[in-house]
C-alpha cells in the first residue's frame, strides 16, 4: 500500500498544475502552452531518472554502510547535477527560441514558462537519488508523507499563483514545492 500511494502521489504531484490551470484559467491555450513546455522536461527527466535507476541495486545492497551510502549518493548528485546546472542555465538563455523551434511560433509563450520550470531538472534528479536512498532504507512512509505535503503545498500556492501570475505562477509553485520536498 505505501508503494501504490507514493506512486499515485507522484502522478497527482507531476499534473495538479495542469490541472489547476484548466480550472482556475479555464483555457485550453494555457494548458497547451504549459503542457508543451512541461513536455521538455518530461523528455529531459529521462536521463536523472535512468542514472537513479541504474543506481539504485548499488545503494540498496550498501545502504548498512551508512559511508558508502553517503559516497554514492553525493557523487551521483554531483553527477546529475553536473548534467542538470548546465542544460538549466542553458535553457533558461534559449527557451523561447527552442520552443519554437519545437513546436511553432504559435506556442513562443511556452518559452517563458520553460525557463522556470527547467529548474525542475536539477531539483529531480538529485531527489530521485535521495529517493532512492529513503527506498533502500524502507523508507517508502516518508516518501509518502514527503509528497503529501508537497502535493498540499503545491495546491495551496497554486491557488495564489496562477490567479496573480498565470502559467508563469504554476511554474514557480511547481518549483517551489520541490525545493520544500528537497527541503524536507
Known amino acids: 500500500i505505501p508503494f501504490a500511494?507514493?506512486?499515485l502521489f507522484n502522478i497527482i504531484y507531476g499534473k495538479i498544475d495542469v490541472f489547476m490551470i484548466?480550472?482556475?484559467l479555464k483555457s485550453d491555450e494555457a494548458v497547451g502552452l504549459y503542457s508543451s513546455a512541461y513536455r521538455i522536461i518530461d523528455s529531459l527527466i529521462i536521463i536523472p531518472a535512468t542514472i537513479s535507476s541504474v543506481l539504485f541495486p548499488i545503494i540498496a545492497r550498501n545502504i548498512s554502510d551508512a559511508g558508502a551510502t553517503n559516497f554514492i549518493g553525493s557523487r551521483a548528485i554531483k553527477f546529475?547535477?553536473?548534467l542538470g546546472l548546465p542544460v538549466a542555465f542553458g535553457a533558461t538563455i534559449?527557451?523561447?527560441p527552442l520552443v519554437v523551434l519545437l513546436f511553432?511560433?504559435?506556442f513562443s509563450e511556452s518559452g517563458t514558462v520553460l525557463k522556470y520550470l527547467i529548474w525542475m531538472i536539477a531539483l529531480i534528479s538529485s531527489y530521485s537519488i535521495l529517493g532512492n536512498i529513503l527506498l533502500s532504507a524502507n523508507r517508502v512512509k516518508l516518501l509518502v508523507k514527503?509528497?503529501?505535503?508537497?502535493i498540499i503545498f503545491n495546491v495551496a500556492m497554486n491557488f495564489y499563483f496562477i490567479r496573480h501570475y498565470g502559467l508563469v505562477g504554476a511554474a514557480i509553485s511547481s518549483i517551489s514545492a520541490e525545493?520544500?520536498?528537497m527541503g524536507l
Open 5 to 7: 500511494l507514493l506512486m
Open 22 to 24: 484548466s480550472r482556475i
Open 80 to 82: 546529475t547535477a553536473a
Open 94 to 96: 534559449v527557451g523561447t
Open 104 to 106: 511553432g511560433q504559435s
Open 146 to 150: 514527503l509528497n503529501a505535503i508537497g
Open 179 to 181: 525545493c520544500l520536498i
